[in-house]
């Protein structure tokens, strides 16, 4: 049958669209595109889960809505329960799963609000003086405790209200301290300090506000990072739990955190593990207050020592280690229906999985292993966790109790991920520092064809106790480079986390061995196994420690690399030392204080091997970084630019440690990319 005309120009026009529809490969535009899943709570029974979504168009803005998913029917679609300005956040479901409360900034201030799943509008609970960040519920849904800000020496949140407005008025701009810490990650301490307040919930109402912590000195919980996973009721009500670190003139060089219980009126604090001098953390009770599970380091001033899993009886009052022969350090804790099973992630052989532990016998089973994962909720039969991957961001996911039948529940950037094409990865692994078993990753360039080579993105990652994963990042996005043409290197050297605690250990006062020879052998390891990989064209780069790795490169491995981009690397240990903010990290890494171990700091210190460097870098900072002021870079760059090594300097006013305004993550690989670009040669 012969086509007319009209069937042509159709057939053209179908053929256009498919070919429009094409997925390109990931950019970093496409990356700050994408939809952000957060605040996800699953139903006391099981039946209803309730997430938020922060849906970003495609001019960059974006606005976050609450969704309720059916969970007893099959292909369930989620209806929206919000609409309103601004973010809800911090999602509960009420004891009888009639409502839901949450927090957000409708009048301007961070409130909590109850919304009910039978219909009608959000009613605010909460009316103070100043803003709540986080909350949780008592297990009867008849109190609340808050963290709030205020001043330690003020007895109501008004009190603490004028003297936020007085300083925010002050006419002088001089701030005054008599002891460390004066700034922590990338804030000046104003002499406020998180505290926990109770409440009861009467008629929808937050009544009889308490300052449960009032006159304590100390972060509760602690900054920066740490929120209301560190607090939570006794099942019966009558007491509130958290880790804080105890009021002390050592807060800039101790990590000794305790789990604190002071009852809902505020008039007794006990220390429950006052005989542990390292990190406590994350107390989480069984349903039926039997058993308190928590987290416990054991070596005093190592941030990144393994996390035992304690069980503490609430009745005899006895701790016990849970699988003290497992060599995992968790980041959660979940009890299970029975009270005697947790449920737990932690970070194993790139991945981070979800176990089963019995904490009767202290076997441990593996629940899932690929990808990213965090725990959401455990009902009697299932288990329900966030999932993300190198290739896959954030969703929710459901799986059987016994590992079978995983199922993905959200696809909240279906659409966007359609029209992007990803880089194939794989781990690999070689023989590295000792002949020890060392795991990488490679990803290929999105637009791979066979029988090409192509340059090398040699990420380096920071910690340095940590590691470039199956993860999905919204910053350092390994795709990115693969999005950009690049073959992708991803080195776990030795001082990585997931590989057992002895390989996390072994780079601490060893900061430029082991891992330089792994970074070494793993890339002639990945360029022999991947013939695709070019190896003179290869750029390094690296953030933190992995910006302190570029500046060891080049003194130590000056011919290896065409390139490098250094963002936030320390520069010169000792001023180092002096200027950041938590002195434990030094000084656990390195020995002690500098005055004291002088010596190994300058044997791993990049400004004495200067009279090496010769390769081009980029060097990024942030102003606000207090972690690596950005002293280290401009000394870096000061160096280069001296002594005629090709070299451009890229600072951030607003950024701290990480860029995490869009607009300046765009610049970020803009800038980062023309540098490698230029100096690989990439066609």
């Known amino acids: ?208 506000v308490t300052n449960v912590t009032a006159g304590r000195d100390t972060e509760t919980p602690p900054k920066p990072f740490s929120g209301m996973e560190e607090v939570t009721f006794t099942p019966d009500g009558k007491h509130i739990v958290y880790s804080a670190k105890a009021p002390s003139v050592d807060q800039a060089w101790s990590t000794n955190y305790d789990i604190w219980q002071v009852d809902v009126a ?158 194939e990865y794989q781990q690999f692994s070689f023989k590295g520092w000792n002949n020890e078993e060392v795991y990488g990753y490679w990803i290929k360039p999105s637009n791979y064809q066979a029988g090409k080579k192509y340059p090398i993105a040699f990420l380096v990652h920071g910690g340095p106790q940590g590691s470039f994963g199956n993860s999905f990042s919204s910053r350092w996005n390994a795709q990115l480079w693969a999005g950009a043409g690049y073959g992708v290197v991803m080195v776990d050297f030795h001082g990585s986390t997931g590989y057992g605690q002895a390989f996390t250990d072994s780079i601490s006062q060893d900061w430029g061995g082991k891992p330089l020879e792994d970074l070494q052998k793993g890339l002639a390891a990945v360029t022999k196994q991947q013939k695709w990989l070019d190896v003179n064209r290869t750029c390094a780069l690296g953030g933190s420690y992995g910006g302190y790795m570029m500046n060891w490169i080049q003194g130590n491995w000056p011919d290896g690399f065409n390139c490098l981009v250094n963002h936030a690397g320390l520069f010169d240990m000792r001023s180092m030392y002096y200027v950041t903010e938590e002195l434990w990290f030094p000084e656990y890494e390195f020995g002690g204080q500098y005055k004291a171990n002088k010596d190994l700091y300058e044997k791993f210190n990049p400004v004495n091997y200067v009279e090496n460097w010769k390769t081009p870098m980029l060097v990024v900072h942030g102003e606000k970084d207090f972690r690596v002021p950005y002293g280290q870079g401009l000394a870096a760059f000061s160096y280069m630019q001296r002594n005629g090594i090709p070299s451009e300097l890229l600072i951030y006013p607003d950024e701290n440690h990480w860029i995490l305004n869009p607009v300046n993550l765009e610049q970020w690989y803009a800038k980062v990319l023309g540098w490698m670009d230029r100096w690989t040669e990439k066609k």
């Not at 455990?378 to 290739?391: C, D, I």
Request: charged share 25%.
């Open 266 to 423: 505020g008039n007794k604090t006990e220390n429950l593990t006052a005989d542990n001098k390292a990190w406590d953390a994350h107390p989480t009770f069984s349903t039926d207050g039997r058993y308190m599970a928590y987290l416990a380091m054991s070596k005093p001033g190592f941030e990144a020592d393994r996390y035992a899993i304690m069980l503490r009886d609430t009745v005899t009052g006895q701790s016990k280690e849970v699988a003290p022969l497992w060599d995992r350090s968790p980041h959660s804790l979940t009890f299970g229906p029975d009270n005697k099973t947790l449920y737990v992630t932690a970070q194993d052989i790139g991945q981070v999985s979800i176990f089963e532990i019995n904490t009767q016998f202290g076997d441990v089973r593996t629940i899932y292993n690929e990808g990213s994962n965090s725990v959401v909720a455990v009902t009697q039969e299932k288990l329900y966790f966030n999932h993300k991957s190198l290739s896959e961001p954030s969703d929710l996911h459901v799986i059987d109790l016994d590992g079978q039948n995983p199922t993905q529940l959200t696809h909240v950037n279906k659409e966007k991920l359609s029209k992007i094409k990803f880089g």
């Open 1 to 208: 049958m012969k086509k007319t005309a009209l069937a042509f120009a159709l057939t053209a026009g179908m053929m256009a669209n498919v070919q429009a529809a094409e997925p390109t490969p990931f950019s970093v535009q496409q990356l700050t595109k994408i939809n952000k899943l957060h605040s996800a709570v699953v139903s006391h029974d099981g039946s209803k889960l309730v997430y938020a979504v922060k849906n970003i168009d495609a001019e960059g803005k974006g606005s976050s809505d609450l969704y309720l998913l059916d969970l007893t029917q099959k292909d369930a679609k989620p209806a929206q329960l919000t609409s309103g300005a601004g973010t809800e956040h911090d999602v509960a479901f009420a004891p009888d799963d009639s409502a839901i409360y949450f927090i957000a900034a409708r009048t301007g201030s961070s409130q909590l609000y109850k919304l009910s799943l039978r219909g009608g509008e959000a009613m605010q609970v909460s009316d103070l003086a100043l803003d709540v960040d986080g909350y949780k519920l008592s297990q009867d849904g008849q109190q609340v405790v808050m963290s709030i800000r205020t001043f330690p020496e003020c007895e109501t949140l008004a009190c603490s209200k004028e003297k936020f407005d007085a300083e925010a008025n002050r006419k002088s701009t001089g701030r005054e301290y008599s002891q460390l810490m004066v700034r922590h990650w990338d804030t000046w301490y104003d002499h406020a300090r998180n505290h926990l307040f109770v409440g009861r919930l009467s008629d929808d109402k937050l009544t009889h």
